[in-house]
């Protein structure tokens, strides 16, 4: 009986440190969350009929300072961006010419104008 008790115990130990584990890189990562500003992450600049026009990578430091932007179209092109946060507002422009100006419409939404090849049209970015 002593044998089939420690066998059983040897046999939920694992799972029980997996589980102790798990919430440890939980909780490591709901810390880091907090070392990263609003911006920080992916995100998708979607079109008429929710069309992918870019997909955009923003690192927002906790600070409020400078953002770092990256940009990839959906044909692979890419680069740096130009991006800036003015209160409520963000603008970014591409080296390929493209500007956008946004305003925030929630947590996870901004909605605002591209303009592209001197034409405006309207947009939304959300957090991928």
């Given at each position: 009986?002593?044998?089939?008790?420690?066998?059983?115990?040897?046999?939920?130990?694992?799972?029980?440190?997996?589980?102790?584990?798990?919430?440890?890189?939980?909780?490591?990562?709901?810390?880091?969350?907090?070392?990263?500003?609003?911006?920080d992450?992916?995100?998708?600049?979607?079109?008429?009929?929710?069309v992918?026009?870019?997909?955009?990578?923003?690192?927002?430091?906790?600070?409020?300072?400078?953002?770092?932007?990256?940009?990839?179209?959906?044909a692979?092109?890419?680069?740096?961006?130009?991006?800036?946060?003015?209160?409520?507002?963000?603008?970014?422009?591409?080296?390929?010419?493209?500007?956008?100006?946004?305003?925030?419409?929630?947590?996870?939404?901004?909605?605002?104008t591209?303009?592209?090849?001197?034409?405006?049209?309207?947009?939304?970015?959300?957090?991928?």
């Amino acid at each position: 009986m002593k044998r089939l008790i420690l066998a059983l115990a040897a046999i939920g130990a694992p799972a029980l440190a997996q589980d102790d584990v798990g919430r440890q890189i939980a909780a490591s990562a709901a810390s880091a969350q907090t070392l990263q500003g609003s911006l920080d992450g992916t995100w998708t600049l979607a079109g008429r009929g929710g069309v992918t026009l870019y997909t955009l990578a923003i690192g927002d430091p906790p600070t409020h300072s400078a953002l770092g932007c990256a940009w990839r179209d959906p044909a692979g092109a890419r680069g740096y961006a130009d991006c800036r946060r003015r209160g409520g507002r963000l603008e970014v422009r591409l080296a390929t010419g493209v500007s956008l100006r946004l305003e925030r419409d929630g947590p996870r939404i901004w909605r605002g104008t591209m303009v592209r090849g001197g034409r405006a049209e309207s947009v939304t970015l959300r957090r991928s």
